[in-house]
């Protein structure tokens, strides 16, 4: 995975067409630092980070170059090598950090973009001009008041996020978080002529849910585990409307058009349109937890680790 991004100085004199002609750019003033692959800035480079896809730009500089570069051993001391392992941002990103103040239980959080206000006074050298952060809200879009850095999201373990998508409240990305009980469940699963039978059991053998796939299963196993911890941990969710009645099931995750969710005599449908990772399908989950409001987040929530990237 590369992390020290030098700037790009291998510029051919004769311009991009060869024929020498020559540009006028007041960024040629302007420094061009080393980057670090581990300091996004935005979504497109939280994609590169979290995928091993870095290039220079749309990435923080690099916290120490002076950490970071030093003498190759055996070599002229003009020749330098990359030091990263001694920077603490690569420590830290290799001690494998969660993602700070997950608010509370729930599995499924919406991160929405906000740009970083503009420094009063200032105009071309602004260093929050392009800048922005995640703020975390609920599913059900309440802002929990919980702000993340892209370099937070960039390197944190035990979490997965869906394509971004732009709304009327701007852009915003699903951030799904991995369970830590779900090496516990069991799945058992039977293939039928016409469909296939999933039961999902917690760790004690108790019963969680009932899943019947007709089409191909829109799924791979480790998801099904993943949705039985959630269910089994749906009944200590604390509820975000005050206890109330479990909200109604919504008919789309925001931003993930190739699936829908409809009630059906007291079961949960999810249908999945055919995608680049799956065929279509339709799956029937009847939960045999009491409905609430964690149950329902239980559902978006393997929903947005189906649709994860």
């Known amino acids: 995975m590369p992390v020290y991004l030098d700037n790009p100085h291998d510029y051919g004199s004769r311009g991009p067409d060869g024929e020498g002609w ?116 609920t599913w059900q879009g309440q802002d929990t008041g919980i702000v993340v850095g892209w370099p937070d999201l960039a390197v ?57 796939c007709h089409g191909e299963c829109a799924h791979e196993d480790w998801h099904l585990r993943h949705l039985a911890a959630d269910l089994a941990d749906s009944a200590v969710v604390t509820p975000a409307n005050g206890g109330a009645a479990a909200p109604e099931l919504p008919e789309r995750l925001p931003g993930v058009p190739s699936f829908s969710l409809a009630p059906e005599d007291g079961t949960a449908v999810i249908t999945h349109a055919a995608s680049r990772g799956f065929g279509a399908s339709v799956m029937t989950v009847d939960a045999e937890v009491p409905t609430s409001e964690g149950v329902t987040a239980a559902l978006l929530a393997h929903i947005a680790r189906v649709a994860a990237w």
């Open 156 to 212: 944190a373990t035990g979490i997965r996020m869906t394509w971004q998508f732009h709304d009327q409240g701007g852009e915003a990305f699903w951030i799904v978080r991995l369970s830590l009980g779900a090496e516990q469940t069991v799945v058992r699963t039977k293939k039928y002529r016409d469909h296939t039978r999933h039961v999902l059991y917690a760790a004690g053998a108790r019963r969680l849910a009932g899943v019947k």
């Open 22 to 137: 020559n540009r006028l750019s007041i960024n040629a003033h302007f420094d061009a630092p080393a980057h670090c692959g581990l300091r996004p800035v935005r979504f497109a480079s939280l994609f590169e980070a979290r995928t091993g896809r870095q290039r220079w730009g749309g990435f923080e500089r690099c916290a120490d170059p002076k950490l970071a570069l030093g003498p190759a051993p055996a070599a002229s001391p003009d020749t330098p090598r990359v030091q990263c392992g001694s920077c603490p941002v690569h420590q830290n990103a290799h001690a494998d950090p969660s993602l700070p103040r997950w608010p509370g239980r729930t599995p499924l959080v919406l991160g929405r973009v906000r740009d970083w206000p503009r420094t009063p006074g200032m105009w071309i050298a602004d260093p929050a001009a392009g800048r922005s952060s995640v703020h975390l809200h």
